[in-house]
């Protein structure tokens, strides 16, 4: 390939393409990421060759979220769009309303503890239900850690997928989340639950 100066963008998304598929043939890449545009503002998506690993809200700041990965797991980090097809294909269609759950491989490497069971059980709130921080509580086995569970949720790597959305107060108030309170009305009112 002959490169001109000064460099198109279209020789340079043919480099960043090239470069990620050599990675991922030689097996370099620990991280592929892409960001994808949404009714919720853009998304920072991130995969390992187990599967996602992380999804970020903009509010996150990216290049912060960019660095924890490298730090948590993994310093081989690329922009790899085509690596993620198929979770953007996924949260296309349940932010469209044609999706409601998802079946991609996930990566819980970010997730382990107390924290990690409850991300595990998440999935168990079906689309268009909630539950408590105290119903979720039980279903990890600790009925009492009611606090715990708000961190684990406000701590969530992989919003949205692992429907941290769900978890609601006792008195039925929303409750925070990591994308901000007017996401996570977004997803509620989206799924028929608000």
């Known amino acids: 390939m002959t490169i001109e100066f000064p460099v198109?963008?279209?020789?340079?998304?043919?480099?960043?393409?090239s470069?990620?598929?050599?990675?991922?043939?030689?097996?370099?890449?620990?991280?592929?990421y892409r960001?994808?545009?949404?009714?919720l503002g853009a998304l920072l998506l991130a995969a390992t060759e187990r599967g996602l690993v992380r999804v970020a809200f903009e509010r996150e700041e990216f290049d912060r979220v960019l660095e924890t990965?490298?730090?948590r797991v993994s310093p081989r980090i690329l922009r790899a769009p085509g690596r993620l097809d198929e979770a953007v294909r996924e949260l296309e269609e349940y932010l469209t309303g044609r999706r409601t759950r998802f079946d991609l491989h996930l990566d819980h490497a970010l997730s382990s503890g107390f924290r990690g069971e409850v991300h595990r059980h998440l999935p168990e709130i079906g689309y268009g239900r909630t539950a408590s921080y105290a119903e979720v509580a039980a279903l990890a086995g600790r009925p009492r850690a009611v606090r715990a569970v708000g961190t684990a949720c406000g701590t969530n790597p992989l919003p949205i997928v692992v429907p941290c959305h769900r978890v609601v107060r006792s008195d039925g108030s929303a409750g925070g989340y990591l994308g901000g309170p007017e996401a996570k009305a977004y997803l509620l009112r989206l799924e028929g639950a608000a």
């Open 8 to 17: 198109s963008e279209a020789h340079l998304t043919a480099l960043r393409e």
């Open 35 to 39: 960001t994808l545009d949404t009714p």
């Open 69 to 71: 990965l490298a730090e």
């Open 19 to 32: 470069l990620a598929d050599r990675a991922d043939l030689g097996g370099d890449l620990g991280v592929a």
